[in-house]
């Protein structure tokens, strides 16, 4: 039989054909041979809509974007492919930074394509590309009834009050372009790296063309609150429309604001507000947490700790899934965190990640109990898991905005804050100080193996009592170390009557060949000479101070040679209170591997781990059994927490009970905050109560990488704070002593979070340079590894910073001296007055350059009153004693704390700036074993001994040389 094919039919068969090739070229992502083929479809059928849209995604692939949105506009309204043809130009516009250009078009969709979960995703999109996180949260939610992989969605859902950054060709394009909502999104990209000067530009030019943004507004407001210009905020502030109550960002600022006014009731109503917009705003949840806390409100504040401990390792185990494009085990911590925390949609799609097959039996479980519970009107967040509906924090006062704070411009005495009245000069090499810390490094290895990065430390001590200040540095060696090497010994500095520094740890007996960490100084056997405690990475040493000059090894007859771990810092101090000083080593890591391995990167240049490849090690703490042995005493007391790899620590009585506890920084793992219990027998044992009293993380919730512990009072309320320093592209942490074993972390407030973020810090310390009475802050950084490759410095320049007015201005080399413009590899830092001028200097440890000395030359500083402590009734030592110096208006407290830090060891000398007081003096001493005694002084001119008991005060003589 003969079939007749009409021509007709040959070319629809060819014109058919020639669309399924393109259709497939498109899916292949073989973008010419779509483009050719999309082409040939269009010349027999111009109006074909579907080649349209695969000729105008090829011509995007293959760098022509204007021709693709040609190709796009040319579909008509009322062809089936229109409303596509409107997502993929949105998605163009996106592509290339027009965000505006990008809503109006979702805008002009109508239902029901306007409320696809695939609409619902470009929304979130866009909103979170233009920074505006919290209205992005609804569509991004309303996205997840949608098929295929949500893991991005997923991701920012898990952090829902931050900005995912963008891939780094889009946000060039949105900064080139400058549209108003892309401004605002890299505003808020900005910000949140600390670049608080070129956020707040792009506020300004994004505003001046679009002045109605309110989350620019927001931001804007917050970065005044920030920077501390009460002025530009009210006036900023008072520009705000009535729809910003609405917000939680509106809420979130005013809490700010609170809180640098000190003003904790406020604080709590505005954080309160913050969770009725936005329930799982993580920094609030944390924030009002440990503000109840503080309040006495246990449970409720237990409550909302907890949520925030959630909100955290959801946010932690979220972002590794956004590095390793994918682990079982994160996912199946995500869908257990999000069902706990009452978000049972976005459970569900974490589950769904992992296909049937591949679930763990974890997963599996989760998923059905889910299933369960889910219905289709089940709501992002069920209600009996929003904390702010279940507890009313409506009593606490709204804030008042009429009060203006103290403009930080000056100082509490009124007169303008200078920077010219402090100067520091590095007078190491004049003084014949001459010592460099190597870290065991093989030149010709590259990257870095753990122990290559972590540094020595120094102490600061009186050896021979002889009035001046003395020094030692511990010494790194090469690996495996050689007991009998002579080249890389530690080093003791015999202060000679403030002329010189001469090297003497020969003829006092110390051969430390060990690979050196940190130091305590402290008089272990309560003679009166104090001793030392080196710490290393293959052993520590105990050397007992003789009284004539000489120390003598007591590391095996004390039983401490028989512990062999990483100790990274360490202490002296009684902690149950018997007058005995105990030990406390900080240890790191452990493993064979932390001596040997070195990690590669994504880049695949090899570098050193993080410290989270390796177990971490548990600290151990040894009792002072009063015949020069100590026993260990780790589980017994409770200091055998997990997961703590430290490198930080102080002692202090936090909350005056006459009793010592312990903070210790960790790296990349929550801190830990030891407080001491009465037992049952009248003993005492010690709880970690890190994240209950708020020192485990940071502002949000966040564990941060913790290095180095200053300790002091510069908010001048009477109790002990801490400042810690942390890695690079994280903010340093400052916590505020709230009372009742609560802090909170106010270095935003208090302007320390941004200066430091592209820094890593060290060590750090309290010092108040010009003595007006408020505490300064130094701290040394540098890197852990050379990524100089990738712009990040490897060595850092050190940062000193001005409190003025309890808020912190950081000043430069050319106001307070060249020292704070070279950059090195800081660690260690101790504080001293090797000149006994009556001002603090500064011994600091670098890697691989010379250590310094650096010496306060500030030229016109305030009065100055200085003690030491002697006590009787408890340790020699008085750790945890704090003084009250009351002159004229000013109210001072200090405390004797010790551990001081990164593997340092201060002068045991109390120091207070008296400004130009010229009054009488009232000093009232609160000793660690429960006694007190009050003096009245004229006009001190030399440091004071107090000794326990003693109706006078002693002055300090000096031994002439």
Request: proline share 5%; charged share 20%.
């Amino acid at each position: 039989m003969l079939v007749l094919v009409s021509a007709w039919q040959v070319s629809e068969y060819r014109q058919n054909s020639m669309r399924a090739a393109a259709l497939l070229a498109r899916t292949e992502e073989r973008w010419s041979e779509a483009e050719a083929l999309a082409v040939s479809c269009l010349e027999s059928r111009p109006s074909d809509s579907e080649m349209m849209l695969v000729l105008g995604e090829a011509l995007e692939h293959l760098g022509s974007p204007a021709d693709a949105l040609d190709t796009y506009r040319r579909i008509s309204a009322g062809s089936h492919s229109r409303n596509a043809a409107t997502l993929a130009i949105a998605s163009l516009f996106m592509r290339q930074g027009r965000l505006s250009d990008a809503e109006t078009e979702l805008q002009s969709l109508r239902a029901p394509t306007s409320q696809s979960p695939e609409v619902h995703g470009l929304w979130g999109t866009l909103l979170s590309l233009s920074g505006r996180q919290w209205e992005a949260n609804l569509p991004l939610h309303r996205s997840l009834k949608g098929s295929g992989n949500h893991l991005a969605t997923l991701i920012s859902l898990a952090n829902p009050a931050e900005m995912p950054a963008p891939p780094e060709a889009v946000f060039a394009q949105m900064l080139r372009v400058r549209d108003p909502l892309a401004l605002l999104g890299g505003a808020k990209i900005a910000s949140s790296v600390g670049r608080k000067d070129q956020a707040t530009s792009l506020l300004r030019e994004a505003l001046s063309r679009s002045p109605e943004l309110l989350e620019a507004q927001l931001l804007l407001a917050t970065l005044l609150v920030e920077a501390g210009d009460e002025a530009s905020f009210l006036q900023c502030f008072n520009l705000l429309p009535e729809a910003a109550w609405q917000h939680p960002a509106y809420w979130l600022l005013l809490a700010t604001r609170a809180e640098s006014a000190t003003d904790s009731g406020a604080a709590i109503r505005c954080y309160w507000e913050t969770l009725r917009r936005s329930p799982d705003y993580d920094r609030a949840t944390y924030q009002l947490g440990q503000l109840l806390a503080a309040e006495q409100r246990g449970d409720e504040a237990q409550q909302f700790s907890d949520r925030a401990r959630k909100l955290s390792e959801l946010t932690e185990h979220s972002a590794k899934l956004y590095d390793r494009k994918g682990s079982a085990a994160e996912i199946a911590s995500c869908a257990r965190l999000t069902l706990e925390l009452g978000r049972l949609p976005e459970c569900r799609a974490w589950c769904e990640l992992l296909p049937d097959e591949a679930r763990p039996t974890v997963v599996r479980e989760i998923d059905t109990q889910v299933r369960k519970l889910l219905r289709e009107d089940t709501p992002a967040l069920l209600p009996e898991a929003d904390l702010a509906k279940r507890f009313d924090l409506s009593s606490y006062p709204l804030p008042d905005l009429t009060s203006r704070r103290m403009d930080p411009s000056h100082t509490r005495s009124g007169h303008p804050a200078s920077s010219s009245d402090i100067l520091f000069l590095d007078e190491a090499a004049a003084l014949g100080l001459q010592f460099t810390y190597f870290n065991g490094e093989i030149s010709a290895s590259p990257g870095r193996r753990m122990f290559e990065y972590t540094g020595g430390g120094v102490a600061a001590f009186d050896y021979d009592l002889d009035g001046w200040c003395d020094l030692y540095f511990t010494q790194g060696t090469t690996w495996p170390p050689d007991t009998a090497d002579s080249q890389f010994l530690d080093a003791l500095f015999r202060n000679v009557a403030g002329i010189r520094m001469c090297e003497v740890s020969h003829l006092a007996g110390i051969h430390d060949a060990g690979f050196g960490q940190g130091v305590a100084a402290g008089d272990f056997d309560n003679d009166g000479f104090p001793d030392l405690y080196v710490a290393n990475i293959d052993g520590n040493r105990l050397y007992k101070n003789q009284g004539d000059g000489t120390f003598l090894d007591m590391t095996s007859r004390s039983g401490l040679a028989r512990y062999s771990h990483w100790t990274t810092s360490c202490l002296l101090a009684d902690l149950d209170g018997d007058s005995l000083p105990d030990v406390y080593d900080v240890t790191y890591l452990t493993g064979d591997e932390i001596y040997t391995r070195v990690c590669q990167g994504d880049d695949t240049i090899l570098a050193s781990c993080p410290p989270s490849l390796f177990p971490a090690a548990v600290d151990h703490v040894y009792q002072n059994q009063g015949d020069g042995t100590f026993i260990e005493m780790t589980r017994e007391w409770g200091f055998d927490a997990p997961n703590g790899d430290g490198l930080g620590i102080v002692a202090a009585d936090f909350d005056e009970s006459q009793t010592i506890s312990l903070f210790i920084a960790n790296d990349g793992r929550p801190n830990f905050f030891f407080a001491p219990q009465k037992l049952p027998d009248g003993k005492l044992a010690w709880q970690e109560l890190g994240l209950v009293s708020g020192l485990a993380y940071d502002e949000a919730g966040a564990a941060l990488a913790c290095m180095g512990v200053a300790a002091g009072d510069p908010n001048n309320d009477g109790r002990v704070d801490l400042f810690v320093t942390n890695f690079y592209n994280e903010s340093n942490s400052l916590y505020i002593n709230l009372g009742a074993r609560t802090f909170s972390d106010r270095a935003r407030t208090m302007r320390l979070r941004d200066p430091s973020w592209s820094l890593l810090g060290f060590g750090t310390q309290f010092i108040d340079a010009d003595h007006d009475g408020l505490e300064d802050l130094i701290l040394v950084n540098g890197h852990v590894d050379d990524f100089s490759y990738k712009q990040i410095p490897y060595k850092m320049r050190p940062q000193f910073f001005h409190n003025i007015a309890h808020s912190f201005q950081e000043r430069f080399a050319d106001e307070i001296g060249d020292f704070f413009h070279l950059p090195r590899l800081g660690r260690g830092v101790a504080r001293i007055d090797w000149n006994r001028d009556g001002l603090d200097d500064l011994a600091i440890s670098h890697i691989g350059d010379p250590a310094a000395l650096l010496t306060n030359k500030s030229p016109q500083p305030g009065r100055g009153l200085r003690i030491q402590l002697v006590a009787t009734n408890s340790s020699r030592d008085a750790i945890g004693t704090r003084v009250t110096v009351q002159a004229g208006q000013k109210h001072l407290t200090r405390q004797l704390t010790a551990g001081d830090g990164y593997q340092a060891s201060n002068q045991r000398l109390l120091d207070f700036g008296l400004g130009n007081d010229t009054g009488e003096i009232t000093v009232d001493i609160h000793w660690i074993s429960g006694s007190t005694q009050s003096f009245t002084l004229k006009n001190p001119t030399q440091p004071l001994i107090a000794v326990e008991g003693n109706q006078q005060l002693l002055q300090i003589t000096v031994e002439s040389h």
